[in-house]
């Protein structure tokens, strides 16, 4: 064998071991100025795994930025935003991968500050291990209590304590064992099984690579050998088979697969399998990948499955074991951390994404926020951004999920903002309701078509939307008076009227009109049922409450009208002094003034009061309606 082929074969060898090498993925967390990027910083630095270039930017950067009087700087390999090293604080999440002999690694340095909690749980929500940072001279703080809280929240099980800064107490243990006992004692209330603290100098490398001669006192692992060795393996493999399907694979009318990642178990050609949410069962024929058919596949395999029956199937669905699948049902109780910067507001609907299955969900209460820092339970109407609170939500349809503290892909969510798709909420589901188990629909012979009939009419639901003023109740009571004299059977909704009896209880905050439409919506669906043609006269300032009540009824039964006025006209028309007592400051939330009115973007009909008559526009409904 040649020099170059003996070159060559260690350099294969050697890249079949570092395929073969296992992944960690880590957290680095804790208060501003613990020494998180400079942990992260070293550790890259001393275990080679930074290329030339970046150690001469490194040097660079630590003589321009750093703080340690031109020595290097390990904290700049992380914190890149402009604005952080002005500040020198972490802002964003900063993911690095690395590797030894023994393991791959890919770390994420998550921010400190209680306003960036949000980015902290980006990093956290795949990690399997969290360093938790503690300066040594400042003991446990609110902060460390926050990020404990999020740790548990978001299901990591393996802590790293890393008493940091020990140098400048002088490696004193009874410092570093009170804070260990007390942590301990924080982890355990929050159900974090493992903890394994270390005496720690980032800045100076002790206990970081390996035991340092600082801390005789000291007999546990440094931090690179705690995250080389420890197990992080989870009870996965233990569950039955869990395929939650991303794609149906049909290259030709002869091949129909299921393509997906198996999240728990293993799968065996012949193993019976049911499809949730469907419950439809089947048996496995092949398991097929790019590289051939396997005979087994396991957790963390992506794999295309055919079986044996034609079934309905497609993406969001479950393939699992028929002897332990997961449950079905579509209403939970979760734990809800918001992101967005607009206030979570029950009742409002979002997209929830589930493994992969997106389905619309509401909040249908909030039973509590939890002070992050304390733990403590607290009432809540809404949730602002960085908030965690305990929900019930509703989804429109069923799925297949679990636990998350059995099983994080199908027990872990997202929300999604329908009207901007940014995502608003993280989120982790605890059970399903009880209730969902108890309620069931009643099947009626008399059923919509049929009263519909009896009453010679299409049933409809009209929804006039505009502001305050604008001339909603005046056009659809003259949309009742030629319905009826039509000999039409109809019946309005009105927002002031409906105040006064079903919605007495609510008041005009954002929370409260959210559920103000979201009742009278569910009661012009109702009477839709019955047959009636439903004139509905609300402000309905929010398009995401209108497209809710749009999605409750079909294509062809909703029409919303846009009863155009500009706001100046709409006060000149204000014979009740709400605008003057909106502008003096004496009534809060009113539309137009101190809370906002989102226009319709595409109504079926929009009536421009400048130009018509009150009749004239009320005709227009009338025969959009008779078509």
């Not at 001393?46 to 321009?64: H, I, K, N, V």
């Not at 938790?132 to 740790?151: E, F, M, P």
């Not at 940014?422 to 982790?428: F, I, K, R, S, W």
């Not at 006039?464 to 004299?485: D, M, R």
Request: some cysteine; proline content about 4%.
């Amino acid at each position: 064998m040649t020099r170059f082929d003996s070159a060559t074969a260690d350099v294969a060898a050697l890249l079949r071991q570092h395929e073969t090498k296992g992944l960690l993925r880590f957290i680095t967390c804790g208060s501003v100025d613990d020494g998180k990027s400079t942990l992260i910083g070293r550790l890259l630095h001393d275990t080679r795994g930074l290329f030339s270039d970046q150690l001469t930017a490194l040097e660079a950067d630590s003589r321009r930025h750093g703080t340690r009087g031109g020595e290097v700087d390990y904290a700049l390999l992380l914190d890149g935003l402009a604005a952080e090293r002005e500040q020198g604080i972490t802002i964003d999440v900063a993911y690095r991968f690395f590797g030894t002999e023994k393991r791959k690694f890919i770390v994420a340095d998550c921010p400190g500050h209680e306003q960036y909690t949000r980015n902290m749980a980006t990093g956290a929500s795949t990690a399997d291990v969290a360093i938790v940072l503690v300066d040594a001279r400042k003991g446990l703080l609110a902060q460390t209590r926050r990020h404990s809280y999020i740790v548990s929240l978001l299901g990591i099980r393996h802590v790293l304590l890393a008493v940091n800064k020990m140098d400048l107490v002088g490696f004193d243990r009874a410092v570093f064992d009170e804070i260990a006992d007390g942590y301990r004692a924080l982890a355990s209330q929050l159900g974090i099984e493992h903890v394994t603290a270390v005496p720690l100098s980032a800045l100076n490398g002790d206990n970081l690579l390996r035991r340092s001669d600082a801390t005789p006192w000291y007999d546990g692992p440094s931090v690179l050998e705690y995250l080389e060795t420890v197990d992080v393996s989870r009870d996965a493999s233990d569950l039955g088979l869990r395929l939650p399907v991303q794609w149906v694979n049909r290259p030709n009318q002869d091949f129909r697969g299921f393509a997906g990642t198996i999240v728990a178990g293993h799968v065996r050609p012949g193993d019976e399998v049911v499809v949730l949410p469907s419950g439809r069962r089947s048996q496995v024929v092949r398991i097929v990948t790019a590289d051939g058919d396997l005979p087994v596949a396991s957790t963390g395999q992506a794999v295309t499955l055919t079986l044996a029956d034609e079934l309905d199937i497609s993406r969001g669905d479950v393939i699992a074991a028929v002897q332990d699948p997961p449950q079905v049902a579509d209403q939970f109780a979760a734990h809800v951390l918001w992101l967005g910067e607009q206030a979570l507001l029950p009742g409002r609907p979002y997209w929830l994404k589930l493994g992969t299955r997106t389905v619309s969900a509401s909040v249908t209460e909030i039973k509590h926020k939890v002070d992050v820092n304390t733990q403590d339970e607290l009432a809540a109407k809404s949730l602002e951004l960085n908030e965690v609170g305990v929900c019930n939500l509703y989804l429109d349809q069923p799925v297949a999920f679990e636990a998350y503290a059995d099983n994080r892909e199908l027990g872990g969510f997202i929300l999604i903002d329908r009207q901007t798709n940014a995502t608003v909420a993280a989120g982790t589901l605890d059970f399903a309701l009880r209730r969902a188990e108890n309620i069931h629909w009643q099947h009626v012979d008399v059923d919509k078509a049929a009263r519909a009939r009896i009453k010679a009419q299409q049933p409809r639901c009209v929804w006039f939307t505009g502001l305050s003023g604008s001339g909603k109740s005046t056009i659809a009571n003259l949309v009742e008076k030629k319905l009826h004299a039509l000999g039409h059977h109809t019946y309005i909704l009105d927002g002031d009227n409906v105040r006064h009896g079903l919605n007495k209880d609510l008041g005009f905050t954002d929370e409260d009109r959210v559920e103000n439409i979201r009742r009278v919506a569910e009661v012009a669906r109702l009477m839709t049922d019955a047959g009636l043609i439903v004139l509905v006269s609300f402000i309905s300032p929010f398009r995401a409450e209108r497209r809710m009540a749009r999605e409750m009824f079909g294509s062809d039964e909703f029409i919303e009208v846009f009863v155009d006025t500009p706001l100046q006209v709409a006060e000149t028309r204000d014979v009740k002094g709400l605008y003057a007592k909106a502008r003096a400051g004496r009534l809060p939330n009113f539309t137009g003034i101190s809370s906002p009115y989102e226009a319709p973007e595409a109504p079926e009909l929009r009536l421009d009061t400048l130009g018509d008559s009150p009749e004239a526009l009320a005709q227009t409904v009338v025969e959009r309606l008779l078509v």
